[in-house]
């Protein structure tokens, strides 16, 4: 398989950012290692360095799944973030997966062409797990990555490497990864740190699900207005934490970053007939605050049916629908 040029694998890189719902910028070079990226994210801003190669086979017979990034261009020791997280990275261009390496075990090594090795059945296994774990027999562990998980890869990686390598915290990690319940007997029995790690990359593994899924079944355009651009949200009808809200789809919307915070702020809210409508009451209360400016042509926007999924079973909820006015005292 030929190796990706380095522009295409910063293409790549900045992509995935993209699909997990991050601005990635790029600082400096598209074609040297380390690539230098500030993440924008609704949490604020990631510093990254990312070191990325192509994946590609290992060229053993007797081992066909063995995939491997050669370390080439670089000299050891891997120049660490000062400000931020490190990754090692590779991308299988074919599948348009990535893979994740421990950079502490691999940044320094003997000069030449070094190379780190990941089962590709972990990486194949990545694209309907969004993480998947391949413990060497070293117990060291490499990551299948989907493109829309490479942020919560990137916020975790330092503790997914460090705490996975039994095979009961590969078992939990690898559930974790699918966003998948972890029972409290099995969370009680690891460290604090530990069981930190695996709650984050649970919640944030099942909200990289949910947006995946939900924007699928809007063909990635925003209900409200048609747009996709790679800027659309996964919005929850009934707000996460509320009692009975879910991250089924038919609890989720397609939308803008600006039609989003409209919709969990009040200020717009989904009626039964499917129209996307101005919650007077709150449009009167930002008028009062002189906070109304562009409010007519906003208005222009609403009151018009939004864009379903084409599958009914996907569309909103009209039980998710009644439950989220009523607690947003719109009706």
Not at 33 to 49: D, K, M, T
């Amino acid at each position: 398989m030929p190796r990706l040029a380095g522009e295409d694998l910063t293409r790549a890189l900045l992509q995935g950012f993209e699909e997990s719902g991050a601005a990635p910028t790029l600082l400096g070079s598209p074609r040297t290692n380390p690539r230098r990226l500030v993440i924008n994210q609704s949490a604020g801003s990631l510093s990254v360095y990312a070191y990325i190669w192509t994946l590609t086979p290992g060229g053993r017979p007797s081992l066909p799944n063995e995939y491997r990034i050669q370390m080439t261009g670089v000299a050891p020791p891997l120049r660490a973030n000062p400000d931020g997280m490190t990754l090692l990275l590779g991308f299988e261009p074919s599948l348009e997966v990535f893979a994740g390496f421990d950079m502490h075990r691999h940044r320094i090594f003997t000069a030449g062409s070094p190379s780190v090795q990941i089962d590709i059945r972990s990486v194949r296994q990545a694209i309907s797990d969004g993480l998947a774990v391949d413990r060497k027999e070293n117990a060291e562990l490499a990551f299948g990555i989907r493109p829309d998980m490479l942020l919560v890869y990137s916020h975790t990686a330092n503790e997914l490497h460090r705490y996975g390598r039994t095979l009961r915290e590969k078992q939990i990690i690898t559930s974790a990864g699918k966003g998948l319940h972890v029972s409290p007997h099995l969370l009680a029995r690891l460290t604090a740190p530990r069981r930190r790690t695996v709650e984050t990359v649970t919640r944030l593994s099942r909200d990289a699900a949910f947006k995946r899924l939900v924007l699928q079944a809007y063909d990635f355009r925003c209900a409200a207005t048609g747009l996709q651009l790679r800027l659309v949200d996964a919005a929850h009808i009934l707000p996460v934490g509320s009692p009975g809200s879910t991250d089924e789809i038919s609890n989720g919307l397609a939308l803008s970053p600006t039609y989003h915070r409209a919709f969990d702020s009040g200020l717009i809210y989904l009626h039964p007939s499917m129209e996307m409508r101005l919650n007077q009451a709150r449009a009167d209360e930002l008028v009062r605050l002189d906070l109304g400016g562009g409010l007519t042509d906003f208005i222009g926007t609403l009151n018009r049916p939004i864009i379903l999924p084409s599958n009914p079973s996907l569309r909103p909820s009209p039980t998710f629908i009644e439950q989220a006015n009523r607690l947003r005292d719109v009706v």
